[in-house]
């Protein structure tokens, strides 16, 4: 079974071998390497992925995702039936879906570890 290192090794080995140009100093660190994923996820431009690609991706995020206070529908309160309203970060909030604000051109952000919406989505979300 992969360990949490083992799946962002190939996550990022698989990013860069299958088309991102992006190409920063050797990630050493955990966090370097965390830091390289997320400006390779930013940049990727869409195309199939492999179905252990993104098994192993989704596997990768949960195991993140476990250890950050995901906000719940239950933990919020109504401004009236049916409307919350909710300040905070977007990717701790439970969600089945989320609606980003659009650019002109409507495709994202591709600027590596750009601190806007669509990037932060992308990089807690998955490819």
């Known amino acids: 079974m992969m360990e949490q290192e083992e799946r962002l090794d190939y996550l990022i080995g698989y ?5 991102s140009a992006l190409r920063l100093p050797e990630a050493k660190t955990l ?3 965390k830091t390289y994923f997320r400006a390779l996820m930013n940049v990727w431009e869409v195309q199939p992925l492999t179905e252990e ?5 989704d596997r990768y995020l949960q195991e993140e995702l476990k250890s950050k206070p995901v906000r719940k529908m239950q933990d919020l ?10 300040q905070g970060d ?5 969600a089945d879906a989320v609606v980003n604000a659009a650019n002109k051109s409507l495709l994202g952000c591709f600027l590596p570890l750009h601190k806007c919406i669509d990037n932060a989505v992308h990089s807690f979300a998955g490819l």
């Open 15 to 19: 990013l860069q071998k299958h088309g």
């Open 31 to 33: 966090e370097e390497k």
């Open 53 to 57: 690609f993104l098994n192993i991706q």
């Open 77 to 86: 309160i109504p401004v009236q039936k049916n409307l919350f309203v909710w």
């Open 90 to 94: 977007i990717t701790l909030l439970a």
